[in-house]
């Protein structure tokens, strides 16, 4: 895999309106944000990395390494030079190291992009290819459809007696927080144009990073590590309140999170665990004092955001196995956490909770953790007529945790996908 030479051409084309209807409806490979981004034109693939379990390394550094020998090999004709062009890459990571689930990286045939008004194409090919593959056609979104999710291996009550098992734990000392998840299980259409679910997501949560990656289509709100130009940045997400009905209770609900003690120890856990993953790899690292409220449509979280300037030769790849699982998706200290949640949780949370997100041939990136997700099973047969889908959810677990609430935290966060899904 890593001999590979590939070719890589990208050109300016008039700004593209629609950027989904390029990509596939069966199978959309997207990043995007507030409607700019990149997106894989058609279902053409140049090339595959996946990092399977079992080989004895971090499946990052796997997928890393490998990345930068065929950057190293790949001859690149860049007329554009912005963030998402010349050779991309779009990665999906399993949350642990010892799930089933691949973590792959996806190299297009074609890409297409639009970024401050400008919009390109990418056209990458092997070298031992006698010339590009010919550019699909951009088409309509199919039909309306929609799928129905219930309890999965998780039910509401088994949840809310995983977070008593867990606050037991927390008192005794055997780790200061965890993040237990719970899942919803489905199926869809086996026809369905899921380009629709991702318009959805990206219309309805516009400030999130809406992604589409082998079948894990989520829109998050958390920006696991953004590297361009040597410069780092992160935002760390943990603390969460639901929105009110009216102004005056989105107020006191937005106030009651800042001052919230539980919230704000969950937070800094979170924070800190960035900082310490981040530091041996930059200078001048620096995070504000104290958590903003970021208000989204259905939710509000504490934040902080993180910035520093690379001081060694790290990619973001790099970046994301320094920085992940980080306590805001696992807990501290974290191979605590990662081990009650294998013991605790029911399934396998696959790539939920993990980095998703591209890379570029310098190895810049963008990469967000895949919250607000569900992972959507292969193209059935003609006999199945559908396809499996699983929607997660989770929440941070501390000291002074009530496991109505966390249940609750888990409903609001189930909300973008089962409303798009509808």
Known sequence: MSSIRLVAETREIPPVGDLLAHTSAVRPLVW?????????AGDGIAAVV???????????????????EITALADIDDEVRLPGTGLVGFGALAFDEDSSSDSV???PQTVIGLR?????????????????????????????????????????QGYQDAV?????????????????ARDLTGTVPGDADLRRLVRALAIGYPDTWTFAVDGLIGASPETLVTARERVVTARVLAGTAGRGADPSEDHAASAALAASGKDLDEHRY???????????HTSALDADTEPF???????????????GRLSDGASSLDLVGAMHPTAAVAGTPTDAAIAAIRRIEPFDRGRYAGPVGWIDAAGDGEWAIALRCAQFGDV?????????VTAYAGAGIVAGSEPESELLETRVKFRPLVDALA
């Open 293 to 307: 409220v970021l208000e989204l449509p259905n939710l509000f979280h504490l934040a902080t955001d993180v910035a």
């Open 270 to 280: 979170a924070v800190h665990s960035v900082l310490a993953a981040l530091g041996p």
């Open 50 to 68: 996946r990092a399977p379990a079992g080989s004895g390394r971090k499946r990052s550094e796997v997928i890393a390494d490998v990345w930068r």
């Open 164 to 180: 008593r098992g867990a606050l037991d734990e927390i008192a005794a000392g055997a780790f200061s927080k965890v993040v237990l």
């Open 116 to 156: 401050d008004g400008r919009s390109w194409i990418t056209r990458i090919r092997p070298a031992s290819d006698a010339g590009f593959a010919s550019l699909p056609a951009p088409a309509v979104l199919g039909p309306h459809w929609a799928g129905r999710v219930g309890p999965g291996a998780q039910t509401p």
């Open 32 to 40: 995007l944000r507030r409607g700019e981004g990149i997106v894989a």
């Open 380 to 388: 059935p047969g003609a006999a199945s007529g559908a396809r499996r």
């Open 105 to 107: 990286l996806l190299v």
